[in-house]
């Protein structure tokens, strides 16, 4: 399974209350009315030759007559078990985020059949500053970036950004008192909370194209600037998975993250 793990998972695995669940709940309609809920994907980015599997569909979560289908396939393999709520949390805000891959014909049985394969999904929406200063007319700026710390010792993991101010009409902008303020703006991030394929339909694709078919409506749909992840330093197919495949960087070492005390590596995807 490509397992994936919740920071969440601490505070919310637990049994909520009905009253803070609907806090919870709330507390996401502003980013789900800026957002397009039911906006078509553009077909060319959705359905690329290589996002197709034969005798497969791929379509979203719909109500909760899915939810123990996805309870099940998540519940296979995790270190640690998720409350029903967590699973709701997810489901009932971004149900366009929580793709269900299922097999389109099947020998033995005429029921209805099962997903055997899940990706679930959110988006989070941070603050991030502006300086409109910068931005005036006639005042150039330029980035230099420093990768040396304070003994002079180089590093590739820490970065210091300096904008430097080099030409103004107007003198020294900086000291303006009509200069305007930094501003904040609206940056959302995706995370991938879940991701699991069933044991007898693994090395099929089926992971990866659920995972890139999720990436895609992050960025395009909710035009977000990274998506995020956990996963277990040891889980290696899942890494090669997030890393390899999908061009995910290593963010973060999360020591002890797991109930069982295993290790997470946070990684990311900047576009």
Request: with cysteine.
């Amino acid at each position: 399974i490509y397992q994936v793990q919740l920071v969440a998972t601490p505070i919310i695995q637990d049994i909520i209350p009905s009253s803070t669940y609907n806090n919870m709940t709330k507390s996401n309609e502003s980013l789900l009315s800026s957002s397009p809920k039911q906006e078509k994907i553009n077909p060319v980015i959705e359905e690329d030759e290589d996002e197709k599997i034969d005798g497969i569909k791929f379509v979203n979560y719909t109500d909760e007559s899915q939810l123990d289908n996805v309870m099940k396939l998540v519940g296979q393999d995790l270190s640690e078990p998720y409350s029903i709520f967590t699973y709701r949390y997810f489901l009932h805000q971004f149900p366009d985020l929580c793709i269900l891959a299922i097999p389109t014909s099947s020998d033995s049985s005429s029921e209805p059949l099962e997903p055997v394969g899940c990706v679930v999904c959110k988006i989070d929406e941070e603050e991030e500053e502006h300086d409109e200063s910068l931005m005036m007319e006639g005042v150039d700026t330029i980035t230099t970036t420093s990768t040396e710390n304070d003994q002079g010792d180089s590093t590739n993991s820490h970065h210091d950004s300096v904008s430097v101010i080099l030409s103004s009409t107007d003198g020294d902008a900086t000291n303006d008192p009509t200069a305007s303020s930094p501003t904040k703006k609206i940056v959302r991030n995706g995370y991938m909370a879940m991701l699991a394929v069933k044991t007898t339909h693994r090395n099929t694709g089926i992971g990866t194209t659920l995972a890139k078919r999720a990436i895609k409506r992050m960025k395009y749909k909710y035009k977000c600037k990274s998506v995020s992840l956990e996963t277990e330093v040891t889980n290696k197919k899942a890494m090669r998975l997030y890393e390899q495949r999908l061009g995910f960087v290593r963010e973060e070492l999360l020591v002890r993250y797991y109930l069982n005390w295993g290790d997470a590596y946070r990684l990311r995807l900047w576009f």
